[in-house]
C-alpha cells in the first residue's frame, strides 16, 4: 500500500530536496544539476521526484532514467509501487548499489528481464589536482566539429549501452544532444585531421561536481597514454569550474580504471546500472 506521499516533489518541497542532494555532492550530481537548473516542479524538471515522506532521507527521479537516491526498504517498496502505477517511461535504473539493486528486485517481475545488469560500478572522485600532465591537445569541441565528432560518439555509445542511438530516428535526438552539450562547452576531444582519437563530455555539472562520461579512444591509438592526459585535460577543465570531478566506471573494465587511478581517481562509492529493453 502506497505510504502518505501519493503526488510528485513540488516547489515547497525544494529546500528539503536541496538538502538531500548536499548529503552526498559526487552521488547526486545528476539529479542535482537537473535541480539547480529546473527547480523541483515536474513540468520544468523533465522528469519527477518522489519521496515516501520527507525527502531528506526518502528520494528518487523518476525520468529518461529511473534514480533512486535515498530510503531504505519501505522506501523502495513506494518508489516501486509508484513506478507500476504509471506506464514505464525510463530505459534504465541507475544510483547507488544497494539501492538500485533493491528497486530492481521489486519491478523485474514486471518490467524484467533486464537487457544487462551491471552490479559494481565504481564512483570515483578526483580530490586534488590530476596526478598526469594535461593532453595539451585535448580542446572543446565547436559546432563546427560536430560531423567529425558524431560517429565517435556513436561508436562509444553502441559499444557501452549496447544500443545504436541511430537505430530510431536516424541519430537525430541523439546528435541534438550532443549539439546542446557542445553549445554548453562540456564537450573534448583531441583530433588527427578530422578524426578523433580522444573524446570525453561532461555529462551532468552541479555547482559542486561534473561528471565525466564517455570517455573512449580510438582502439588504433590506445596504449599511448591518450586516455591518461585526455581524462587529466578534461578533469583540469572541471576544476578549473571550481568543481570536482568525478565519472563512475564498470568493474570489468580494468583498463579504463587503470587509467583513472593513475590520473588520480579514487572509489567513493559504488554505484549499479540495470538496462530495460
Same mark, same amino acid.
Given at each position: 500500500?502506497?505510504? %502518505?506521499?501519493?503526488?510528485?516533489?513540488?516547489?515547497?518541497?525544494?529546500?528539503?530536496?536541496?538538502?538531500?542532494?548536499?548529503?552526498?555532492?559526487?552521488?547526486?550530481?545528476?539529479?542535482?544539476?537537473?535541480?539547480?537548473?529546473?527547480?523541483?516542479?515536474p513540468?520544468?524538471?523533465g522528469?519527477?521526484?518522489?519521496?515516501?515522506?520527507?525527502?531528506?532521507?526518502s528520494?528518487?527521479?523518476?525520468? +529518461?532514467?529511473?534514480?533512486?537516491?535515498?530510503? &531504505?526498504?519501505?522506501?523502495?517498496?513506494?518508489? !516501486?509501487?509508484?513506478?507500476?502505477?504509471?506506464?514505464?517511461?525510463?530505459?534504465?535504473?541507475v544510483?547507488? !548499489?544497494?539501492?538500485?539493486?533493491?528497486?530492481?528486485?521489486?519491478?523485474?517481475?514486471?518490467? &524484467?528481464?533486464?537487457?544487462?545488469?551491471?552490479?559494481?560500478?565504481?564512483?570515483?572522485?578526483?580530490?586534488?589536482?590530476?596526478?598526469?600532465?594535461?593532453?595539451?591537445?585535448v580542446r572543446?569541441?565547436?559546432?563546427?566539429?560536430?560531423?567529425?565528432?558524431?560517429?565517435?560518439?556513436?561508436?562509444?555509445?553502441t559499444?557501452?549501452?549496447?544500443?545504436?542511438?541511430?537505430?530510431?530516428?536516424g541519430?537525430?535526438?541523439?546528435?541534438?544532444?550532443? &549539439?546542446g552539450?557542445?553549445?554548453?562547452?562540456?564537450?573534448?576531444?583531441?583530433?588527427?585531421?578530422?578524426?578523433?582519437?580522444?573524446?570525453a563530455?561532461?555529462?551532468?555539472?552541479?555547482?559542486?561536481v561534473?561528471?565525466?562520461?564517455?570517455?573512449?579512444v580510438?582502439?588504433?591509438?590506445?596504449?599511448?597514454?591518450?586516455?591518461?592526459?585526455?581524462?587529466?585535460?578534461?578533469?583540469?577543465?572541471?576544476?578549473?569550474?571550481?568543481?570536482?570531478?568525478?565519472?563512475?566506471v564498470?568493474?570489468?573494465?580494468? &583498463? +579504463?580504471? %587503470?587509467?583513472?587511478?593513475?590520473?588520480?581517481?579514487?572509489?567513493?562509492?559504488?554505484? !549499479?546500472?540495470?538496462?530495460?529493453?
Amino acid at each position: 500500500m502506497l505510504t %502518505r506521499r501519493r503526488q510528485p516533489l513540488q516547489a515547497a518541497d525544494a529546500h528539503a530536496v536541496g538538502r538531500a542532494l548536499d548529503q552526498d555532492p559526487v552521488a547526486m550530481c545528476m539529479v542535482a544539476a537537473r535541480v539547480e537548473c529546473y527547480g523541483v516542479e515536474p513540468r520544468w524538471l523533465g522528469g519527477q521526484l518522489w519521496s515516501a515522506d520527507d525527502p531528506e532521507y526518502s528520494l528518487c527521479f523518476s525520468g +529518461a532514467n529511473l534514480i533512486p537516491l535515498l530510503g &531504505g526498504d519501505a522506501d523502495l517498496d513506494y518508489f !516501486a509501487e509508484v513506478a507500476l502505477a504509471r506506464p514505464r517511461e525510463c530505459s534504465s535504473i541507475v544510483g547507488p !548499489a544497494h539501492l538500485a539493486l533493491g528497486l530492481w528486485d521489486r519491478l523485474e517481475h514486471v518490467w &524484467g528481464p533486464a537487457r544487462d545488469v551491471r552490479p559494481v560500478q565504481q564512483m570515483m572522485a578526483l580530490s586534488g589536482p590530476p596526478r598526469v600532465a594535461d593532453d595539451p591537445e585535448v580542446r572543446l569541441v565547436t559546432r563546427a566539429d560536430l560531423d567529425s565528432y558524431f560517429p565517435a560518439a556513436v561508436t562509444m555509445f553502441t559499444s557501452e549501452i549496447g544500443i545504436d542511438p541511430c537505430a530510431f530516428d536516424g541519430g537525430r535526438a541523439y546528435r541534438q544532444r550532443l &549539439g546542446g552539450l557542445i553549445d554548453a562547452q562540456r564537450v573534448f576531444a583531441r583530433f588527427d585531421g578530422d578524426r578523433v582519437v580522444f573524446k570525453a563530455e561532461i555529462g551532468a555539472m552541479s555547482r559542486a561536481v561534473g561528471q565525466i562520461q564517455g570517455v573512449w579512444v580510438d582502439p588504433e591509438f590506445r596504449s599511448a597514454g591518450i586516455g591518461r592526459g585526455g581524462t587529466a585535460a578534461v578533469a583540469s577543465a572541471i576544476r578549473a569550474h571550481g568543481r570536482v570531478p568525478s565519472l563512475y566506471v564498470n568493474d570489468f573494465n580494468v &583498463g +579504463a580504471r %587503470r587509467v583513472y587511478e593513475a590520473v588520480g581517481f579514487e572509489q567513493v562509492s559504488t554505484f !549499479a546500472t540495470i538496462l530495460i529493453d
